[in-house]
Protein backbone atom coordinates (compact mmCIF):
# COMPACT_ATOMS: atom_id res chain seq x y z
CA UNK A 1 0.00 0.00 0.00
CA UNK A 2 1.64 3.20 -0.95
CA UNK A 3 0.62 6.27 1.43
CA UNK A 4 2.29 8.81 -0.46
CA UNK A 5 -1.15 10.07 -2.30
CA UNK A 6 -2.05 10.92 1.10
CA UNK A 7 0.82 12.44 1.93
CA UNK A 8 0.81 14.71 -1.17
CA UNK A 9 -3.22 15.42 -0.90
CA UNK A 10 -2.27 16.96 2.40
CA UNK A 11 0.68 19.09 1.09
CA UNK A 12 -1.71 20.59 -1.35
CA UNK A 13 -4.31 20.77 1.05
CA UNK A 14 -2.23 22.78 3.40
CA UNK A 15 -0.65 24.75 0.30
CA UNK A 16 -4.02 25.77 -0.82
CA UNK A 17 -4.96 26.35 2.29
CA UNK A 18 -2.04 29.27 2.95
CA UNK A 19 -2.95 30.56 -0.60
CA UNK A 20 -6.54 31.19 -0.26
CA UNK A 21 -5.32 32.94 3.58
CA UNK A 22 -3.35 34.93 1.32
CA UNK A 23 -6.39 36.23 -0.92
CA UNK A 24 -8.56 37.01 1.66
CA UNK A 25 -6.05 39.27 3.78
CA UNK A 26 -5.16 40.74 0.26
CA UNK A 27 -9.06 41.16 -0.36
CA UNK A 28 -9.99 42.74 2.92
CA UNK A 29 -6.97 45.18 2.58
CA UNK A 30 -7.84 46.21 -0.42
CA UNK A 31 -11.99 46.68 1.05
CA UNK A 32 -10.61 48.65 3.66
CA UNK A 33 -8.81 50.74 1.01
CA UNK A 34 -12.25 51.02 -0.72
CA UNK A 35 -14.08 51.92 2.50
CA UNK A 36 -11.47 55.01 3.18
CA UNK A 37 -11.85 56.51 0.14
CA UNK A 38 -15.07 56.02 -0.84
CA UNK A 39 -15.85 58.06 3.19
CA UNK A 40 -12.95 60.72 2.12
CA UNK A 41 -15.12 61.18 -1.45
CA UNK A 42 -18.37 62.06 1.14
CA UNK A 43 -16.56 64.29 3.26
CA UNK A 44 -14.92 66.03 0.40
CA UNK A 45 -18.72 66.32 -1.44
CA UNK A 46 -20.53 67.45 1.77
CA UNK A 47 -17.78 70.02 2.85
CA UNK A 48 -17.99 71.32 -0.79
CA UNK A 49 -21.77 71.65 -1.21
CA UNK A 50 -22.12 73.40 2.44
CA UNK A 51 -19.05 76.18 0.81
CA UNK A 52 -20.87 76.41 -2.18
CA UNK A 53 -24.38 77.09 -0.59
CA UNK A 54 -22.86 79.46 1.83
CA UNK A 55 -20.96 81.66 -0.91
CA UNK A 56 -24.26 82.02 -2.73
CA UNK A 57 -25.41 83.23 0.27
CA UNK A 58 -22.47 85.11 0.91
CA UNK A 59 -22.44 86.86 -2.39
CA UNK A 60 -26.17 88.02 -1.87
CA UNK A 61 -25.21 89.64 1.37
CA UNK A 62 -22.61 91.28 0.11
CA UNK A 63 -24.18 92.54 -3.11
CA UNK A 64 -27.12 94.37 -1.83
CA UNK A 65 -30.43 94.81 -1.86
CA UNK A 66 -32.27 93.42 -4.94
CA UNK A 67 -29.47 91.30 -6.39
CA UNK A 68 -30.65 87.81 -6.91
CA UNK A 69 -28.64 84.89 -8.55
CA UNK A 70 -30.10 81.24 -9.70
CA UNK A 71 -28.51 78.19 -7.96
CA UNK A 72 -28.77 74.16 -8.30
CA UNK A 73 -28.52 72.39 -5.32
CA UNK A 74 -27.04 68.76 -5.97
CA UNK A 75 -30.16 65.79 -5.19
CA UNK A 76 -27.49 63.86 -2.83
CA UNK A 77 -24.53 63.90 -1.65
CA UNK A 78 -22.58 60.47 -3.01
CA UNK A 79 -26.15 58.68 -3.52
CA UNK A 80 -28.04 60.07 0.15
CA UNK A 81 -30.45 62.88 0.68
CA UNK A 82 -29.32 65.71 2.93
CA UNK A 83 -30.69 68.52 5.15
CA UNK A 84 -29.42 72.09 5.34
CA UNK A 85 -30.29 73.99 8.62
CA UNK A 86 -30.08 77.84 9.41
CA UNK A 87 -29.86 78.73 12.90
CA UNK A 88 -31.97 82.08 14.02
CA UNK A 89 -29.31 84.67 15.16
CA UNK A 90 -26.15 82.26 14.20
CA UNK A 91 -24.19 82.93 11.21
CA UNK A 92 -23.69 79.53 10.30
CA UNK A 93 -24.73 76.89 7.83
CA UNK A 94 -24.66 73.16 8.47
CA UNK A 95 -25.28 70.37 6.49
CA UNK A 96 -26.08 66.82 7.14
CA UNK A 97 -26.22 63.61 5.57
CA UNK A 98 -26.21 60.01 7.39
CA UNK A 99 -24.72 60.78 10.76
CA UNK A 100 -21.91 63.48 9.32
CA UNK A 101 -21.99 66.93 9.66
CA UNK A 102 -20.57 70.12 8.16
CA UNK A 103 -20.48 73.65 8.57
CA UNK A 104 -19.85 76.38 6.54
CA UNK A 105 -19.73 80.15 7.69
CA UNK A 106 -21.89 83.01 6.48
CA UNK A 107 -22.27 86.86 6.33
CA UNK A 108 -25.69 86.94 8.04
CA UNK A 109 -27.83 85.24 9.97
CA UNK A 110 -30.84 86.46 8.02
CA UNK A 111 -32.28 83.47 6.00
CA UNK A 112 -35.53 82.76 5.23
CA UNK A 113 -36.57 79.63 2.98
CA UNK A 114 -40.27 80.01 1.61
CA UNK A 115 -39.69 76.86 -0.41
CA UNK A 116 -41.98 73.36 0.71
CA UNK A 117 -39.07 71.75 1.05
CA UNK A 118 -38.28 73.87 4.03
CA UNK A 119 -39.29 73.94 7.74
CA UNK A 120 -38.80 76.14 10.48
CA UNK A 121 -39.45 76.45 14.34
CA UNK A 122 -38.19 79.44 16.60
CA UNK A 123 -34.51 77.90 16.65
CA UNK A 124 -33.85 76.76 12.93
CA UNK A 125 -34.85 76.49 9.48
CA UNK A 126 -34.49 73.31 7.74
CA UNK A 127 -34.34 72.42 4.31
CA UNK A 128 -34.22 68.69 3.45
CA UNK A 129 -33.24 68.07 -0.14
CA UNK A 130 -33.45 64.30 -1.79
CA UNK A 131 -33.63 65.62 -5.41
CA UNK A 132 -31.83 67.76 -7.63
CA UNK A 133 -33.24 71.15 -7.26
CA UNK A 134 -32.60 74.83 -8.84
CA UNK A 135 -33.38 77.80 -6.30
CA UNK A 136 -33.29 81.57 -6.51
CA UNK A 137 -31.77 83.38 -3.78
CA UNK A 138 -32.45 86.75 -3.45
CA UNK A 139 -31.62 89.89 -0.99
CA UNK A 140 -34.52 91.76 0.09
CA UNK A 141 -34.11 94.67 2.56
CA UNK A 142 -30.82 92.94 3.90
CA UNK A 143 -32.62 89.88 4.17
CA UNK A 144 -31.33 86.81 2.35
CA UNK A 145 -34.73 84.30 0.73
CA UNK A 146 -34.42 80.95 -0.37
CA UNK A 147 -37.21 80.70 -3.48
CA UNK A 148 -38.21 78.34 -5.95
CA UNK A 149 -37.15 79.05 -9.07
CA UNK A 150 -39.16 81.86 -11.13
CA UNK A 151 -37.46 83.12 -14.61
Do not use: H
Request: net charge negative; aromatic share 10%.
Amino acid sequence: MDKRKAQASMEFLVTMSLILMIFIIIGFVIFQKFNSTTYMKFDIEGQDTANSIAEGINGMAIAGDGYYLYFTLPGDIQGMPYTVSFYVNESVLELNALDMTWASPMSTPQVNCTMSICSSDDQKTVMSVNETRRIRIENVDEVIYLKNETL
